[in-house]
Structures are given as structure tokens and as C-alpha cells.
């Protein structure tokens, strides 16, 4: 079984989250706590294989837990939980050791997807592509020169990616996955070298026409 502890200053969204779990044979709630400061007592209480955290709770925050546990090597293999896409609290909770963010609204198998695979090591960095990116794009040529298909990515290049798609830096990218600059750009390069195209605005409509991100 792989044991969940939730933190989250609201009852529903406890109580709905249980319930969805109640449903996957293998994940179970260890215990649920209210804000951070009971967080940090039922996370060091229970060493739960996976913790799904609320971003924005009253007092404490998410983000103050994750520095608090992280600090003191304490920090569980995390989730973030928030009900929209908060691109600053994204890069920030990243860079205080979180595994990656999840909407509040998610679904049964994609909650489930997200926990299996934190547990067993994985990343979830999926930002959304917001309609500012978007509307960037339309003006680009939906067609590509690349070899069909082209050759696999790696999962950090795949990270990247996805980060790229959110409109982030090199910079931000760099500091998020807590690598130098220049490392980003390398992996940024064979990202445009593998999907065959020249720039990563053309590099996120083919990671999106391909299903990456």
C-alpha cells in the first residue's frame, strides 16, 4: 500500500480526495492535517510514502512546510494542491522539493497516475499551457520539418519541456530543477535537435502535437 498523508485547510476538498482513494486498491489516507503546522507534525508522525499538499492554507503555507521539511531532510516525496494554475507557486514549490503540482478538481485515475508515480520516484512538472502562450503561438506554421518520428526524448528533457511550454526561462527553468543555466540550454538544444525544429516556440507545438506535454 502506499500511504498518503494530505494536507489541506479545507474539510470538502479532504474529504472528496479521500473518497476518490477509497476507490485504488494500493493508496490509502495515513492521516490528514488542517495547515502546515499540523502537517509538520502528522508528516514527521506518520513517514507517509507520499504527500498531497494544499499551496495556500492560512498561517503556515505549502511552501512554508516544504522549506520547513526540506531543511531538515525530512521532506516525503510531495504533491502540490491547488484550484488553478499558479505559475509562481509552481516554480517556487519545485524549488523548496516538490515532485510537481496537481488542480484540486483532478480525476480519479489521474490523482492515482500522479501518487504511483511520485512514489516510485517520478516528476509530475505538467504546467499548463495558458492561453498567454497560446495566442503566441497562433501565428506560427504548424508544419515541421523533423524526421518521422523523431527520436525519443529523455524524461529531464521532457521536464524541460514542459516548463518551456509554461513560458519560463532558461533561468527559471535552471533554478527550479536546482541545475546551472548552460545545462538547460544544452538540454534545450538536443530537445530542437531530436523534434527537428529551430526554436522552442516550434518546439512546444510539436511537443504538443506529439503528446508530450
Known amino acids: 500500500m502506499i500511504r498518503v498523508v494530505l494536507i489541506d485547510d479545507q474539510t470538502l476538498v479532504r474529504r472528496g480526495i ?3 482513494l477509497e476507490l485504488a486498491g494500493d493508496i490509502t489516507i495515513a492521516a490528514e492535517a488542517a495547515d502546515g503546522i499540523e502537517g509538520a507534525v502528522v508528516v ?3 513517514r507517509p510514502d507520499v504527500v498531497l499538499l494544499d499551496v495556500r492554507m492560512p498561517g503556515a503555507t505549502g511552501i512554508d512546510l516544504l522549506r520547513e521539511l526540506q531543511g531538515k531532510g525530512e521532506l516525503p516525496p510531495t504533491i502540490l494542491l491547488t484550484t488553478f494554475d499558479d505559475d509562481a507557486a509552481l516554480l517556487e514549490g519545485i524549488k523548496a522539493g516538490a515532485r510537481g503540482y496537481l488542480l484540486k478538481d483532478v480525476s480519479l485515475e489521474q490523482l492515482t497516475s500522479a501518487i504511483r508515480a511520485v512514489a516510485a520516484g517520478e516528476t509530475l512538472i505538467r504546467p499548463a499551457v495558458t492561453e ?4 503566441g503561438l497562433e501565428h506560427v506554421r504548424r508544419t515541421f520539418d523533423a524526421l518521422e518520428p523523431p527520436d525519443p526524448l529523455t524524461k529531464r528533457e521532457v521536464e524541460i519541456l514542459r516548463l518551456m511550454a509554461g513560458g519560463y526561462s532558461y533561468r527559471e527553468i535552471a533554478e527550479a530543477l536546482g541545475t546551472a543555466e548552460g545545462t538547460i540550454k544544452n538540454h534545450a538544444s538536443s530537445i530542437l535537435s531530436k523534434l527537428g525544429v529551430r526554436d522552442r516556440t516550434r518546439a512546444v507545438l510539436k511537443a504538443l502535437e506529439l503528446g508530450y506535454i
Open 132 to 135: 498567454r502562450v497560446l495566442r
Open 18 to 20: 479521500r473518497a476518490l
Open 44 to 46: 514527521r508522525r506518520e
